[in-house]
């Protein structure tokens, strides 16, 4: 099992990490260009980020696609489910399989109405909050105790309009913000890999 996962990146099977060195980042959101740059995908740009950082390549996987980078001594691989918002839950359980993790390795990243532009809020697990994909996260890992980092999307949206306003493209106004944000949040993401989660808590939950 482990050759196979590892031929995907060129790796030989004596470079296995060791399983607490190991993590999962999956950025939620929604495969297709007409999604592209929309709010919902706020973590698929996170986890694109993140790739880019590391000069890491994508590939098509079975459920999403997949890279991997490396980070202070840490495997992190990074996810895209390609099963859509509300079906994300088959594609986080199925890699988390494949690399032998448990949900305390696992990091979802989505975007929240209830927090303002730009807020982060990094979370050791809890509702769905409304959230769809991590509704179906929580169902097909039956546990809803893994590491979420919410990005606040804001909610200025007249009533009846949320879902026009999540799957809309950014204001000229919030694309301006966006660079900074998106690398905060990637920031925090890789602090959870490194210093652990309450640590990066700490560090990214102020404001």
Same mark, same amino acid.
């Given at each position: 099992?482990?050759?196979?996962?590892?031929?995907?990146?060129?790796?030989?099977?004596?470079?296995?990490?060791?399983?607490?060195?190991?993590? #999962?980042?999956? /950025?939620?959101?929604?495969?297709? $260009?007409?999604?592209?740059?929309?709010? *919902? &995908?706020?973590?698929? @740009?996170?986890?694109?980020?993140?790739?880019?950082?590391?000069?890491?390549?994508?590939?098509?996987?079975?459920?999403?696609?997949?890279?991997?980078?490396?980070?202070?001594?840490?495997?992190?691989?990074?996810?895209?489910?390609?099963?859509?918002?509300?079906?994300?839950?088959?594609?986080?359980?199925?890699?988390?399989?494949?690399?032998?993790?448990?949900?305390?390795?696992?990091?979802?990243?989505?975007?929240?109405?209830? #927090?303002?532009? /730009?807020?982060?809020?990094?979370? $050791?697990?809890?509702?769905?909050?409304? *959230? &769809?994909?991590?509704? @179906?996260?929580?169902?097909?890992?039956?546990?809803?105790?893994?590491?979420?980092?919410?990005?606040?999307?804001?909610?200025?949206?007249?009533?009846?309009?949320?879902?026009?306003?999540?799957?809309?493209?950014?204001?000229?106004?919030?694309?301006?913000?966006?660079?900074?944000?998106?690398?905060?949040?990637?920031?925090?993401?890789?602090?959870?890999?490194?210093?652990?989660?309450?640590?990066?808590?700490?560090?990214?939950?102020?404001?």
């Amino acid at each position: 099992m482990w050759h196979r996962i590892f031929s995907l990146f060129g790796k030989s099977k004596t470079q296995e990490p060791h399983d607490g060195m190991k993590y #999962l980042i999956v /950025g939620l959101g929604n495969m297709g $260009p007409e999604y592209d740059h929309t709010r *919902h &995908n706020i973590g698929f @740009d996170v986890v694109d980020e993140l790739a880019r950082r590391h000069e890491a390549e994508w590939a098509h996987k079975t459920l999403g696609d997949l890279a991997h980078i490396r980070h202070r001594g840490r495997h992190i691989y990074l996810l895209k489910p390609s099963t859509y918002m509300n079906r994300s839950g088959k594609a986080v359980r199925y890699w988390l399989q494949q690399l032998k993790l448990k949900p305390d390795r696992l990091l979802v990243i989505v975007d929240d109405i209830n #927090l303002p532009l /730009g807020k982060l809020r990094l979370r $050791p697990g809890g509702s769905d909050g409304g *959230h &769809n994909g991590l509704k @179906d996260i929580n169902q097909q890992l039956g546990t809803n105790q893994y590491a979420r980092l919410r990005i606040g999307i804001g909610n200025d949206f007249p009533k009846g309009r949320q879902a026009q306003y999540v799957l809309g493209k950014w204001k000229p106004e919030e694309a301006e913000k966006l660079p900074d944000i998106i690398a905060r949040a990637a920031d925090a993401a890789l602090a959870f890999t490194t210093i652990g989660l309450q640590r990066a808590m700490n560090a990214y939950n102020k404001g």
